[in-house]
């Protein structure tokens, strides 16, 4: 039906028949695009994350409990809050894997990239120094 050159067409047509939002306006390779890059990134996020609460945890259970709890967190604030921290809410792994958040904050994805990356190498520093520290003690 595309032929070779199905990445070409519009995002609202390949996707969902509308064209209403400015995310169907867009080539469907670029949202592909985005969207693979955003889910890697929250898969990357997500080892990251857990990497740093096991590193501060003695137990296993403390470390899966915290864990939950990093999780269970942008998801209450974006039930009960709203304002200016939806975008630090969408830049956690839960919301970066799902492609109706992408259609919502595509024109600003940059933005959302960036949160997500200083997240991951906050985690990632914070996670490597502390299970050093605890191999020398």
């Known amino acids: 039906m595309y032929d070779l050159k199905g990445g070409y067409n519009l995002t609202g047509v390949v996707i ?18 985005v969207l693979l890059i955003l889910g890697m990134l929250a898969f990357l996020s997500l080892n990251a994350i857990t990497l740093c ?12 409990v915290a864990t939950a709890i990093c999780w269970a967190i942008p998801l209450l604030v974006r ?4 304002g200016f921290v939806w975008i630090l809410v969408d830049s956690m792994p839960m919301f970066l894997i799902m ?4 259609n919502d904050i595509y024109s600003i994805w940059y933005v959302v990239a960036v949160i997500a990356v ?5 985690s ?9 520290v605890k191999q020398v003690v």
């Open 53 to 64: 609460t096991s590193a501060y945890q003695d137990s296993m259970f403390g470390a899966v």
């Open 16 to 33: 969902s028949g509308s064209m209403w939002k400015t995310v169907d306006k867009v080539p469907f390779f670029s949202y592909l695009s």
């Open 118 to 122: 200083g997240v991951l190498a906050v």
């Open 79 to 82: 039930i009960f809050f709203g």
């Open 99 to 102: 492609q109706v958040n992408l």
């Open 124 to 132: 990632l520093t914070k996670g490597i120094l502390h299970y050093k």
